[in-house]
């Protein structure tokens, strides 16, 4: 699996990711996996904060996968947009992720509808709260609850960021072939969960 990380801002990131595409076969799905995030009061979120995260995690995505269209219409291509349990579901101090994430969501249906008919479909996976370092780091300096996770979690558990791989890359399947324009979760039931 092809995995597209830390690219930023400007159209010609997407670039290198379609050329590199280019050389290669087989299913592989491209896969736009992206970070960082802040977390911040909205009221005195700094621009450069707010700009970082929606040019990371929004236009990015949006960057790459203009720039896979070619070659991925050439041979009926997917790609999988990772986006978050947070795209769904409002938490304070997360305006600008949160907001870049619901982005991709609706970018993803978008995109999913118009490339239809170039043979790529275009799906998004939400997953929930997963080990990645990023998560790590946050259940380590407090900036994350492992407890409330599980507790707000039906299965009572953080995902393994393998399963999350083995859940995009089953998406290959023909099984899954009239799967697009859409965001699928893969969160325990952690979105669905209305109880207090």
């Given at each position: 699996m092809n995995t597209l990380s830390d690219i930023r801002l400007r159209p010609q990131v997407g670039r290198p990711v379609?050329?590199?595409?280019?050389?290669?076969?087989?299913?592989e799905p491209q896969v736009t996996k992206l970070g960082p995030t802040f977390s911040?009061?909205?009221a005195t979120l700094a621009p450069g904060r707010w700009d970082r995260?929606?040019?990371?995690d929004l236009n990015a995505v949006f960057y790459t996968s203009q720039?896979?269209?070619?070659?991925?219409s050439a041979r009926r291509g997917l790609i999988v947009n990772i986006a978050s349990v947070t795209a769904h579901r409002a938490g304070r101090n997360r305006a600008a992720y949160c907001t870049a994430k619901a982005g991709v969501v609706m970018l993803?249906?978008?995109?999913g509808v118009e490339w239809a008919a170039d043979g790529i479909r275009v799906v998004g996976v939400s997953p929930g709260y997963t080990r990645t370092p990023m998560v790590e780091r946050a259940l380590a300096t407090g900036g994350l609850d492992e407890d409330r996770i599980r507790a707000r979690t039906p299965q009572g558990r953080l995902l393994a960021a393998d399963e999350v791989a083995a859940f995009v890359h089953a998406l290959t399947e023909d099984t899954f072939a009239a799967v697009t324009a859409t965001t699928l979760p893969f969160d325990g039931g952690w979105t669905a969960n209305g109880d207090y």
């Amino acid at each position: 699996m092809n995995t597209l990380s830390d690219i930023r801002l400007r159209p010609q990131v997407g670039r290198p990711v379609a050329e590199r595409h280019a050389r290669r076969h087989g299913p592989e799905p491209q896969v736009t996996k992206l970070g960082p995030t802040f977390s911040g009061a909205a009221a005195t979120l700094a621009p450069g904060r707010w700009d970082r995260v929606l040019a990371v995690d929004l236009n990015a995505v949006f960057y790459t996968s203009q720039a896979l269209h070619r070659a991925l219409s050439a041979r009926r291509g997917l790609i999988v947009n990772i986006a978050s349990v947070t795209a769904h579901r409002a938490g304070r101090n997360r305006a600008a992720y949160c907001t870049a994430k619901a982005g991709v969501v609706m970018l993803t249906e978008v995109l999913g509808v118009e490339w239809a008919a170039d043979g790529i479909r275009v799906v998004g996976v939400s997953p929930g709260y997963t080990r990645t370092p990023m998560v790590e780091r946050a259940l380590a300096t407090g900036g994350l609850d492992e407890d409330r996770i599980r507790a707000r979690t039906p299965q009572g558990r953080l995902l393994a960021a393998d399963e999350v791989a083995a859940f995009v890359h089953a998406l290959t399947e023909d099984t899954f072939a009239a799967v697009t324009a859409t965001t699928l979760p893969f969160d325990g039931g952690w979105t669905a969960n209305g109880d207090y």
